[in-house]
Nanobody, 119 residues
């Protein structure tokens, strides 16, 4: 059974920082692009950052220079370090795994974790 378990969310003041973690099980982590998405009520889910198996990364323009995504393949865990947080960063953050296995693509999602940035 696939599980992506997020942790590290919560309430922080503007300018503060948080570190999200996502522990994966039931997938082949080493062949998966891992990512973080976020969603505000009434809005579409958007990509925040992702990291490929090669270590290459992609960031939304709004978080470049403030957020850092990383992965530890030994722990099957992906992290999102969020610095200089802004109120518009308030959202539910979702861990995502894009698993490429046996020529097929499998997309997995975590349950989501709330991040609230107070002004």
């Amino acid at each position: 059974q696939v599980q992506l378990v997020e942790s590290g969310g919560g309430l922080v003041q503007t300018g503060g920082h948080l570190r999200l973690s996502c522990a994966a099980s039931g997938i082949v982590f080493g062949v998966s692009t891992m990512g973080w998405y976020r969603q505000d009520p009434g809005k579409e889910r958007e990509l925040v950052a992702n990291i490929r198996t090669s270590g290459s990364t992609k960031y939304a323009e709004s978080v470049k220079g403030r957020f850092t995504i990383s992965r530890d393949d030994n722990k099957n865990t992906v992290y999102l370090q969020m610095n200089s947080l802004k109120p518009e960063g308030t959202a539910v953050y979702y861990c995502n795994a894009d698993e490429q296995k046996e020529g097929r693509q499998f997309i997995h999602w975590g349950q989501g974790i709330q991040v609230t940035v107070s002004s």
